[in-house]
């Protein structure tokens, strides 16, 4: 067992506190929030996560973490270790750690991004957001595929200097923070949300409202969000719907795991273009050679249009 991991010590919170909130939905008249056999299709996924993923940690981010640590930062004779750039390889004093865990959040908010604007890699996250709830129990409803390529988008951390254990103690802490994210108990915190993403903000992102789509990809933090044109507060006025637009409208794991790959392979198949075949894969979620489906933007842009056409109209949930 991997004491230096959080998440060691996390896993029995999250169990105890999706059974509290459950237990107080139901006692409070919020039958709406849990529903059972989402509960179950989370669950099972999430302890999924729970077995393959610390499988694949040792291979794909261990692995990688160490080799790209110790080719950048070689150790000399007299045991310190110089990166390839000519400085002194980081140690671990307080403020490193600090620096880790902002290098981390900043590498979240583009690892998440790249969650939703690369169609391939969105297969893998659109596990997360198929529930039509919004709970704790949704926090564990995590893909299984993710694993395979999230370690590369942190490889450049221990490239740069900071030890590979610094960085999968802050990969730790930074899920242990989005899962407490996900509760509609918690209201908006004034002062807080003008620095951290915060409960009201992860809802947005969980929206498929469509003025909502792709926003708030933060960890930590929210002003990655706000520097990169992708924050956007919750509208108290707006009716939220939880969700994807095309959900895969099955409890079954198998089926809300894979899902999404199916769709891009019979996505392929509507074209002969190589291009257009790879922009199936490799492009963003709801493009098509032939305008038939469209993108997060220009849904976006059609959105805004229809506002000016109607500027009483408060919100869109796309068919």
Not at 93 to 116: E, G, I, K, P, S
């Amino acid at each position: 067992m991997d004491f230096t991991n959080p998440l060691v010590y996390g896993v029995p919170c999250f169990i105890a506190f999706i059974l509290l909130e459950l237990t107080y939905s139901k006692t409070h008249g919020d039958d709406h929030l849990y529903q059972w056999k989402d509960l179950f299709a989370s669950g099972f996924m999430g302890v999924g996560s729970a077995i393959i993923g610390p499988l694949f940690k040792v291979i794909f981010a261990i692995f990688l973490f160490e080799f790209t640590y110790e080719f950048f930062n070689p150790e000399s004779l007299d045991g310190t270790r110089t990166n390839v750039f000519g400085y002194t390889s980081f140690g671990y004093a307080w403020y490193v750690w600090l620096l880790c865990q902002l290098a981390d959040d900043f590498t979240y908010y583009w690892f998440h991004r790249a969650n939703h604007e690369i169609r391939v890699l969105w297969a893998a996250h659109i596990v997360h957001h198929s529930s039509d709830n919004f709970n704790l129990g949704t926090a564990v409803r995590n893909g299984w595929f993710t694993i395979l390529y999230k370690p590369l988008f942190y490889m450049w951390m221990p490239a740069i200097g900071f030890p590979p254990e610094m960085v999968l103690v802050c990969l730790g802490i930074e899920a242990l923070w989005q899962f407490q994210l996900h509760s509609v108990y918690v209201p908006k915190m004034g002062f807080i949300e003008k620095i951290f993403n915060t409960h009201t903000m992860h809802q947005v992102h969980h929206a498929q409202n469509v003025e909502y789509l792709d926003k708030n990809h933060g960890g930590f933090l929210n002003f990655f969000d706000k520097i990169f044109g992708t924050w956007k507060e919750l509208d108290d006025s707006i009716d939220v719907q939880y969700g994807v637009i095309h959900s895969p409208q099955s409890y079954n794991p198998m089926v809300i795991l894979t899902h999404e790959y199916k769709d891009i392979w019979n996505d392929m198949g509507k074209s002969k273009k190589l291009s257009d075949k790879l922009m199936y894969v490799f492009g963003p979620p709801g493009w098509s050679h032939d305008g038939s489906t469209l993108t997060v933007r220009q849904q976006q842009r059609e959105f805004e249009k229809q506002k000016e056409l109607n500027p009483e109209m408060a919100f869109n949930r796309p068919n």
